[in-house]
């Protein structure tokens, strides 16, 4: 690959993997939240929303 194409590709490499610190961090903390005492029904809605955080990350980065 040339040397001006990869330098074009760092920028939203950079973006990709900062979005999954993001992601990850943020599914650490719905964990530790969800380790206390809550309802079933709020720890399942933080499992959905931390898998569909996953799912809209895994199509940005097809399309990109």
Same mark, same amino acid.
């Given at each position: 690959?040339?040397?001006?194409?990869?330098?074009?590709?760092?920028? !939203?490499?950079?973006?990709? &993997?900062?979005? &999954? &610190?993001? !992601?990850?961090?943020?599914?650490?903390?719905?964990? *530790? /939240?969800?380790?206390?005492?809550?309802? *079933?029904?709020?720890?399942?809605?933080?499992?959905?929303?931390?898998? /569909? !955080?996953?799912?809209? !990350? /895994?199509?940005?980065?097809?399309?990109?």
């Amino acid at each position: 690959m040339a040397l001006y194409k990869m330098s074009e590709l760092a920028p !939203l490499a950079m973006a990709e &993997i900062n979005e &999954i &610190i993001r !992601l990850a961090a943020l599914k650490e903390k719905l964990a *530790t /939240q969800g380790a206390g005492r809550e309802s *079933t029904s709020v720890k399942r809605k933080r499992a959905r929303r931390g898998k /569909q !955080l996953e799912l809209n !990350l /895994q199509r940005e980065i097809r399309r990109n």
